[in-house]
């Protein structure tokens, strides 16, 4: 019998403890997670059309649980100037995240997972008694900060601020709406993921964000003034804060993804940015591909994780180079606010470097035709 510990109660940590325990019931595998049961920060998470795909050919029970949870919606809407640019075929689904936790924790506890909440496990020391120790514990995973030297460790931060809300208005698409105000430019991602509430995600600059004072204001004041910048968007609703702060993106990596018994997975080995909406399916594909890896090589742990990296990392590092160019687009679109409504779509959705003019057209005909007879043309 194999004793497993998972630090960390989020998609990640419950979907590996949910999976090993219904394939190997005679582990023992438990969860430490250090807030309480139900509780959790943020409002949505974004999935795209095909990131269920993946997990239906492993865990079709699992992948038919959350899709029926799901708001779903085949076009998305860019906002500029006030006008509306639609790209149709871009299909997206979106649960709540508190939902979400709540179907992965009623799995593991179904499946007979020992589940710790409300513990904070201060040292790696704490759980040295176990087999293997999967580190599902964040961008402040505790066992990567213990042994970065090992992982060999990158973090660095975008310079853009961004701030997550929730909001009661009800949006019918995943919609980009770009402003420009007396402070500077910014940006809201928005969708609904419930039938009564909607992720607001505000980004901006740093210079407009100086500008509009957010350095300074209490979070009411911060609030406030996003609900003022964004008030046409939102439409008479309010903001709904949950540990709604300014934060810089962090980029995580790891070149090694395991030392001694320890194994990394999601945002503890890498970060992709929200933009691409990727975190927890990547999260969640970690958690096959190291079962795999484990199942594969059941007597000799090195090798199996050294199986995991060697087969998954290839494709993390594909989707990560996506999400950066993704970033980078963000990062200047205050230099695109002069573009067209219909120019700045056709830059945003090809921004990450993946979809060129033949896979649009394919993709979202409808607005190719659109934009074809409003294509700039370069001069004879």
Not at 87 to 106: C, K, N
Not at 275 to 295: F, W
Not at 360 to 377: H, K, Q
Request: glycine residues 8%; charged residues 25%; hydrophobic residues 40%.
């Amino acid at each position: 019998m194999k004793r497993i510990a998972v630090l960390g109660g989020g998609p990640g940590g419950l979907y590996f403890a949910y999976l090993w325990k219904t394939r190997h019931p005679e582990d023992f595998v438990q969860v430490f997670e250090r807030n309480a049961e139900g509780a959790t920060f943020g409002f949505g998470v974004v999935f795209s059309a095909r990131a269920m795909d993946f997990l239906r050919a492993d865990d079709p029970d699992t992948a038919d649980e959350i899709t029926s949870r799901m708001e779903t919606w085949s076009d998305m809407t860019l906002v500029h100037r006030g006008e509306s640019a639609t790209l149709d075929g871009v299909d997206f689904s979106a649960i709540g995240r508190l939902d979400l936790l709540i179907l992965l924790t009623d799995r593991a506890r179904s499946a007979g997972v020992e589940l710790t909440f409300g513990t904070l496990i201060r040292s790696v020391e704490e759980v040295a008694g176990f087999d293997v120790i999967v580190a599902a514990d964040g961008v402040n995973s505790l066992v990567r900060r213990s042994f970065e030297g090992d992982f060999q460790t990158s973090i660095s931060y975008l310079d853009e601020k961004f701030a997550w809300f929730g909001t009661t208005k009800r949006f019918e698409t995943l919609t980009q709406t770009f402003v420009e105000t007396d402070f500077g430019t910014f940006n809201a991602h928005h969708y609904r993921y419930s039938q009564t509430m909607s992720t607001f995600i505000v980004e901006c600059d740093r210079a407009s964000w100086l500008k509009a004072g957010f350095d300074h204001l209490d979070p009411e004041g911060m609030k406030a003034r996003c609900e003022t910048i964004f008030a046409e968007t939102l439409d008479g609703h309010g903001l709904v804060a949950n540990k709604s702060s300014w934060r810089n993106f962090p980029w995580v990596w790891n070149e090694r993804w395991s030392h001694r018994n320890m194994v990394l997975i999601g945002d503890a080995l890498h970060t992709a940015h929200y933009s691409i909406g990727s975190g927890t399916r990547l999260a969640l594909e970690d958690v096959l591909a190291l079962v795999k890896s484990l199942e594969t090589h059941p007597n000799d742990l090195r090798d199996a994780l050294e199986h995991y990296q060697a087969t998954r990392q290839p494709v993390v590092q594909k989707l990560v180079r996506a999400a950066r160019e993704s970033a980078s687009w963000y990062a200047d679109f205050p230099r695109h606010m002069h573009l067209t409504p219909m120019e700045l779509a056709y830059s945003y959705i090809t921004r990450s470097g993946r979809i060129d003019d033949e896979r649009l057209r394919s993709m979202s005909p409808g607005f190719m035709t659109r934009y074809d007879a409003v294509r700039p043309r370069p001069a004879a």
